[in-house]
């Protein structure tokens, strides 16, 4: 996702005088001569800004655009080219500008996270909803819960999901089956997720009895060991993809945290659709702690637990939330 923290982030050197001459004009403000007002978008930014929506539902409004455009200049200078028009026909180029697209995608789509992040909602889920749902699924025949981690970033939400069901699999979940689906459009992100090992930054609010049970120091850093490491499966999953969005089936709990902040009012109201439909009758859905789905859809219904809220799967109910 677009991270306010690379908002800062410095280009490389161009690698040719051409190439560093064309980044700076395009990188520049288009000033309307004497006016000092800054004059509309390039065209081909507003054409990649447009392919990256349709691809992707990330919407750059226009006060984003320049963040889009350093993303491209990245993207140029890596594959030394000199023109936003010739980087747009390079991307709209079949199939050759499907690479470059997933390379871009990676550069615009930079996840912040971290291990346990929202610690409300963390307890909810323990406390609250696992038992709601075991207690709606005791009558099915298998005891099996499929939770999905929907933009999973660099890993550590899912894991960090498995570390708390391994922590009840002696308890409420003695004699169940869990498994995590961890889902995100960039394939960097996914490759850190699988190597599972992470610096200080990520692991900042692990307690001491998490980082001793679930992780093994890899010099500086710590990795996830392979307990709970192998309930979680990861794969690139673009949200907007409503042929892969359909095959997700069966699910008892979405988690799809800051991610669709980004998305505009109609791509959000397609991904939540899609989990209407992905999920079970009784499933639930978590968002981030600043998101919600006022407005955009009637087919959840909020909830209200301590120090966090979550929607469920319901028939259309009237606006408005309600209490446990
Ligand atoms: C800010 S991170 C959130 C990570 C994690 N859910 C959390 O809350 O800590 C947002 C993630 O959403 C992913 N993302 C953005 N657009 C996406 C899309 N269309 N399909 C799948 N993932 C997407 C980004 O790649 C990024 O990893």
Not at 2 to 27: C, E, G
Not at 28 to 34: C, D, I, V
């Given at each position: 996702?677009?991270?306010?923290?690379?908002?800062?982030?410095?280009?490389?050197?161009?690698?040719?005088?051409?190439?560093?001459?064309?980044?700076?004009?395009?990188?520049?403000?288009?000033?309307?001569?004497?006016?000092?007002?800054?004059?509309?978008?390039?065209?081909?930014?507003?054409?990649?800004r447009d392919l990256i929506y349709q691809?992707?539902?990330?919407?750059?409004?226009?006060?984003?655009?320049?963040?889009?455009?350093?993303?491209?200049?990245?993207?140029?200078?890596?594959?030394?080219?000199?023109?936003?028009?010739?980087?747009?026909?390079?991307?709209?180029?079949?199939?050759?500008?499907?690479?470059?697209?997933?390379?871009?995608?990676?550069?615009?789509?930079?996840?912040?996270?971290?291990?346990?992040?929202?610690?409300?909602?963390?307890?909810?889920?323990?406390?609250?909803?696992?038992?709601?749902?075991?207690?709606?699924?005791?009558?099915?025949?298998?005891?099996?819960?499929?939770?999905?981690?929907?933009?999973?970033?660099?890993?550590?939400?899912?894991?960090?999901?498995?570390?708390?069901?391994?922590?009840?699999?002696?308890?409420?979940?003695?004699?169940?089956?869990?498994?995590?689906?961890?889902?995100?459009?960039?394939?960097?992100?996914?490759?850190?997720?699988?190597?599972?090992?992470?610096?200080?930054?990520?692991?900042?609010?692990?307690?001491?009895?998490?980082?001793?049970?679930?992780?093994?120091?890899?010099?500086?850093?710590?990795?996830?060991?392979?307990?709970?490491?192998?309930?979680?499966?990861?794969?690139?999953?673009?949200?907007?993809?409503?042929?892969?969005?359909?095959?997700?089936?069966?699910?008892?709990?979405?988690?799809?945290?800051?991610?669709?902040?980004?998305?505009?009012?109609?791509?959000?109201?397609?991904?939540?659709?899609?989990?209407?439909?992905?999920?079970?009758?009784?499933?639930?859905?978590?968002?981030?702690?600043?998101?919600?789905?006022?407005?955009?859809?009637?087919?959840?219904?909020?909830?209200?637990?301590?120090?966090?809220?979550?929607?469920?799967?319901?028939?259309?109910?009237?606006?408005?939330?309600?209490?446990?």
């Open positions: 996702m677009l991270d306010p923290a690379s908002l800062t982030a410095t280009s490389k050197p161009a690698a040719t005088p051409l190439v560093r001459n064309a980044v700076r004009m395009i990188t520049a403000p288009q000033m309307r001569p004497g006016t000092g007002v800054v004059g509309p978008p390039e065209p081909d930014l507003v054409r990649i691809v992707a539902g990330i919407f750059h409004p226009e006060n984003k655009l320049c963040l889009l455009q350093e993303r491209c200049n990245r993207r140029m200078k890596e594959i030394q080219i000199a023109t936003l028009r010739e980087y747009c026909e390079c991307l709209i180029l079949r199939p050759a500008g499907q690479a470059e697209l997933i390379a871009l995608l990676n550069e615009i789509t930079i996840g912040e996270t971290c291990f346990f992040r929202n610690q409300p909602h963390l307890d909810a889920l323990r406390q609250i909803v696992i038992p709601r749902i075991l207690e709606t699924k005791a009558k099915f025949p298998f005891r099996r819960l499929r939770l999905w981690s929907a933009g999973c970033s660099t890993g550590e939400e899912p894991y960090t999901l498995s570390m708390l069901l391994m922590e009840e699999t002696s308890r409420r979940l003695k004699d169940w089956t869990f498994e995590i689906l961890a889902t995100d459009l960039n394939e960097r992100s996914l490759v850190h997720a699988r190597n599972a090992v992470y610096g200080s930054y990520s692991t900042r609010n692990l307690t001491a009895y998490y980082r001793l049970k679930y992780f093994i120091p890899v010099g500086e850093q710590l990795q996830v060991n392979p307990a709970a490491r192998a309930s979680v499966t990861f794969s690139r999953i673009n949200l907007s993809d409503d042929a892969r969005m359909t095959f997700m089936r069966s699910i008892d709990i979405v988690f799809c945290c800051n991610v669709l902040i980004y998305f505009d009012l109609a791509s959000k109201r397609r991904v939540i659709q899609h989990f209407y439909n992905n999920l079970l009758p009784h499933g639930y859905l978590f968002l981030g702690h600043s998101e919600s789905l006022y407005g955009v859809s009637d087919d959840f219904r909020l909830v209200h637990l301590p120090g966090a809220t979550a929607y469920v799967k319901t028939e259309r109910t009237p606006a408005g939330g309600s209490s446990i």
